[in-house]
C-alpha cells in the first residue's frame, strides 16, 4: 500500500513535469516488476497494452519516469510506433524551454547533446511527420540527424565555451568580495524564489511550475544592519539527470562555495520528506552537505489534508496545525536551526530572520573579528 502512494506521487511529479513542458497526460501505466526488462523497460504484455492505447487514443507520446538505455529507447519507440519521451528527455526539454541567458542556453544545449551522443542510431527518421514538440526543442532537428561526430566537436566546443564562463563568474563571485554568502536551496517549486523576493524586496520570477529558476540570481540583503548575499540556484529534482548535474557547475559552484544554505521545503507537499533527502543527497554529490545549513519549512499556510486525530501528525494529516505544535514534530528536533514560515503570508518571518541573522552574524565576526 505504501509502495503504490509512492507511485501515485512519482506519477504526480511526472504528470506535472509533462504539463510544465506543455503536455497534456491522457492515461497512466504502471507495472510491478522486480527489475525493468532490458529489452523495452517494461514486459512485453504491458507494451502491447500500451501500444493499443496508444493507437486506438491517437496519442502522440509516451513518457517514461526513468531514464532509458538507448536500445529500450529504441525498441519501444520501434515497437510502439509512438514517440518515446524519457525522464531525463523530458527535464532536458523543460529545461532548454526556460534557459534564459546565453549561459544557461549553453549549460542546456551541452547537457542534450551529451545525452544525445550515445542515442544518435536511433533518430526519429520513422517519425518524420511529428517534428517538433516536447522532446526536440533545443538542438533543431537537422543537427539531431548529423552525425556523432560533428555532435562531438559541437561537445567540446560547448565544454569551451562553458569553460570560459565559469571562469568570468568565479571572478565575479571573487569580486563580490567577502561579503558572507547564503545560497537558497531546496527541491523544485518549493518557494525559494518566493521567499527570495520577500527577504530582498525584489522581484524574482515565481511560478507553479517546476524549474523556473535556472539561472542564479544574486540579492544583496541586509537583515538587522548586517549584509549578506543572497543567492536563488536550480531547483533539485529526483533523479536529476546527471548531465545537468555536471553542466550546471557554474549554478551549483554557487552552492559550493557558500558559507551557509537555507534549504527551503515545501511541507504541504505529501512527499516533502523525500524531496529533503533528494536535495541532500545532491548536496552530498557536489561536497556540499558539511556546510552551516539553516532548514526553513514553507507552506504552512497551505496543508492539503485532513488531521486525523490529535497526534497524528504523518504527512497526509496536517492541517491546521499551531506553530507550536509543529516545533514539537520531528522536522524540528534536526541537528539544524529549523524554522516554520509561510513565504507568501510572511507567517513567523521574524523568527527566521533572527535565525538567519544569527547564523551569517557567527560568519561575519569569524571573518572579520576586529570590526565588532
Ligand atoms: P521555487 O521553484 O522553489 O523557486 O518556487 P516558487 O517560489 O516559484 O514557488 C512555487 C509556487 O509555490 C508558486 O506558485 C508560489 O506562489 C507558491 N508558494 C511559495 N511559497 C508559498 C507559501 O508559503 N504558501 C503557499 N501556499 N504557496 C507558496
Redesign the pocket.
Request: glycine share 8%; hydrophobic share 40%.
Given at each position: 500500500n505504501q509502495d503504490e502512494e509512492k507511485l501515485t506521487e512519482y506519477m504526480d511529479e511526472l504528470e506535472f513535469l509533462a504539463y510544465t513542458a506543455g503536455a497534456t497526460v491522457d492515461k497512466r501505466f504502471t507495472q510491478k516488476l522486480s527489475q525493468p526488462d532490458s529489452r523495452t523497460f517494461v514486459g512485453s504484455g504491458k507494451a502491447l497494452e500500451i501500444k493499443e492505447y496508444v493507437k486506438e487514443n491517437e496519442i502522440g507520446t509516451v513518457i517514461f519516469d526513468d531514464e532509458l538505455s538507448p536500445s529500450q529507447l529504441k525498441n519501444l519507440e520501434r515497437e510502439l510506433e509512438v514517440k518515446i519521451l524519457d525522464r531525463t528527455n523530458l527535464i532536458l526539454d523543460i529545461f532548454a524551454q526556460r534557459a534564459q541567458t546565453s549561459y544557461a542556453r549553453t549549460q542546456v544545449e551541452l547537457a542534450q547533446y551529451q545525452y544525445l551522443l550515445p542515442r544518435l542510431t536511433r533518430m526519429w527518421t520513422h517519425l518524420e511527420r511529428q517534428k517538433g514538440g516536447i522532446g526536440m526543442r533545443g538542438p533543431g532537428e537537422t543537427e539531431i540527424e548529423t552525425d556523432r561526430r560533428i555532435i562531438r566537436d559541437r561537445i567540446t566546443l560547448l565544454k569551451d565555451k562553458l569553460k570560459t564562463i565559469d571562469k568570468q563568474m568565479a571572478t565575479q563571485r571573487n569580486n563580490r568580495g567577502k561579503m558572507v554568502r547564503v545560497s537558497?536551496v531546496?527541491?523544485?517549486?518549493?518557494?525559494?524564489?518566493?521567499?527570495?523576493?520577500a527577504l530582498s524586496k525584489s522581484e524574482?520570477?515565481?511560478?507553479?511550475?517546476?524549474?523556473?529558476?535556472l539561472d542564479t540570481t544574486v540579492r544583496k540583503v541586509v537583515i538587522g544592519n548586517l549584509p549578506f548575499l543572497l543567492t536563488?540556484t536550480v531547483?533539485f529534482i529526483r533523479k536529476l539527470p546527471t548531465q545537468l548535474v555536471e553542466s550546471f557547475k557554474s549554478t551549483l559552484d554557487e552552492v559550493r562555495e557558500a558559507d551557509l544554505l537555507i534549504h527551503?521545503v515545501?511541507i504541504?507537499h505529501e512527499s516533502f520528506e523525500d524531496h529533503i533527502a533528494s536535495v541532500n543527497q545532491i548536496l552530498q554529490e557536489i561536497d556540499a552537505h558539511q556546510k552551516p545549513i539553516i532548514m526553513v519549512f514553507?507552506?504552512?499556510?497551505?496543508f492539503a489534508y485532513e488531521k486525523k486525530d490529535e497526534d497524528d501528525l504523518t504527512p497526509s494529516s496536517r492541517k491546521n496545525i499551531s506553530l507550536d505544535e509543529w516545533k514539537k514534530t520531528w522536522m524540528a528536533k534536526s541537528k539544524y536551526p529549523t524554522v516554520f514560515?509561510?513565504?507568501?503570508?510572511k507567517?513567523n518571518f521574524p523568527e527566521m530572520k533572527k535565525m538567519i541573522y544569527d547564523e551569517v552574524h557567527r560568519i561575519h565576526i569569524s571573518r572579520f573579528p576586529y570590526n565588532d
Open positions: 537558497l531546496g527541491y523544485t517549486n518549493v518557494g525559494k524564489s518566493t521567499l527570495m523576493n524574482v520570477f515565481a511560478e507553479n511550475k517546476l524549474f523556473a529558476t536563488d531547483g527551503v515545501d504541504s514553507n507552506k504552512i499556510d497551505a514560515i509561510s513565504a507568501l503570508t507567517e
